[in-house]
Nanobody, 119 residues
Framework: QVLVVESGGGLVQAGGSLRLSCAAS????????MGWYRQAPGRQRELVAA???????TYADSVKGRFTISRDIAKNTVYLQMNSLKPEDTAVYYC?????????????WGQGTQVTVSS
């Protein structure tokens, strides 16, 4: 029903920056939350940052002060500005979109974009 596509990943040196984008398209009803998750080799997927339709943001402690999540409601797009990147930030970053009305909400996931931070 909803297609979620991430972009912006790549290889950067420690201390560098990347900006990830996530665009949702298709049969969108009402997006309540969009968020970024990541999964590093040998680790479980974890929440990095999320933003609600009302603008409330949530960040993992490990990225606070370095990452900033924002969104363009009209474009159904969310961004993740990543600064001061560390090797431990290396992971596949996934975008999740929660769409639908109360009682009929569903989470849609993108295929992920690789972020590699070299030291």
């Amino acid at each position: 029903q909803v297609l979620v596509v991430e972009s912006g990943g790549g290889l950067v040196q420690a201390g560098g920056s990347l900006r990830l984008s996530c665009a949702a398209s298709g049969s969108i009803s009402s997006i309540s939350v969009m968020g970024w998750y990541r999964q590093a080799p040998g680790r479980q997927r974890e929440l990095v940052a999320a933003i609600s339709s009302g603008g409330t943001t949530t960040y993992a402690d490990s990225v606070k002060g370095r990452f900033t999540i924002s969104r363009d409601i009209a474009k159904n797009t969310v961004y993740l500005q990543m600064n001061s990147l560390k090797p431990e930030d290396t992971a596949v970053y996934y975008c999740k979109t929660r769409d639908g009305w109360p009682g009929y909400e569903y989470d849609y996931w993108g295929q992920g974009t690789q972020v590699t931070v070299s030291s």
